[in-house]
DNA sequence: ATCATAAGTTAGAATTATTCTAATTTCAAA
DNA sequence: TTTGAAATTAGAATAATTCTAACTTATGAT
């Protein structure tokens, strides 16, 4: 792990808002840092090979990372809020049709949130 | 419903290989349509928000289009091919966590396709 | 230590999916 | 028919992400 991938991964698994490659390009330059936008994207794309960060992938918007703490996720149709929720595990479920072919899986749930609601 | 429209869901509902905006485009005009992309992406705005038709967000490709006839969705680690997959159906999981506010949900099962597991 | 090599980083251009703008067309209803 | 709203169009604009090629840093063998 080099002191990018170090940086970043800790940004990610700090941040409790999804945030997006330029939000962590952000928040790195915050701490100082002089880590360029591409080589936020490399190692983010790095970090979810080998397994470490989540990537959420939310039409019309860029794509999230987030830790790997078990959890899905929620997404307001009408504002695109997305936050965390925990639903009961399914992994056995899909492994018993998939088999060990199986990696992971990824649950969004799209809902109304209440500030939309109240509208 | 427009010609335009009325096309496209045809489309939509008779492809079994979730088409991107650009291939719906192009099956359109092998049906010589004189129909545009910006319409194609208009109409398909409408149908997704109208929920006669889902769109699947896919990290790092463009959206693919898809019926609305419940099921579920396998993505490759790997090459990224897309199929269809039948796990069974959480909503009141879901509903009992989140209440009227439950719109819909998406469930994505990353694994290693058969021709990507080979090599 | 020194050199070789690989890995990581950088700047900026390139790509590409999608939306926007403004003009034009269609078409139902008054 | 006239009207007005909705749909369509062409093409420009936007924005996220990747690519390229040069450069730097770290690593490992001699």
Do not use: W
Not at 45 to 65: F, H, Q, T
């Amino acid at each position: 792990m080099t002191k990018n991938s170090k940086m970043i991964l800790d940004i990610v698994n700090s941040s409790h808002d999804h945030p997006t490659a330029d939000q962590i390009f952000i928040r790195a330059k915050e701490q100082n840092s002089k880590v360029v936008l591409a080589t936020v994207y490399n190692n983010l794309n790095s970090l979810v090979k080998e397994g470490k960060i989540r990537r959420i992938a939310v039409s019309g918007k860029p794509d999230c990372y987030d830790n790997t703490f078990r959890h899905d996720h929620t997404v307001c149709v009408k504002c695109g809020a997305l936050s965390d929720i925990m639903i009961d595990d399914i992994t056995e479920e899909i492994k018993s049709k998939l088999g060990d072919s199986f990696v992971s899986y990824d649950l969004n749930v799209s809902y109304i949130c209440d500030e939309c609601r109240e509208k």
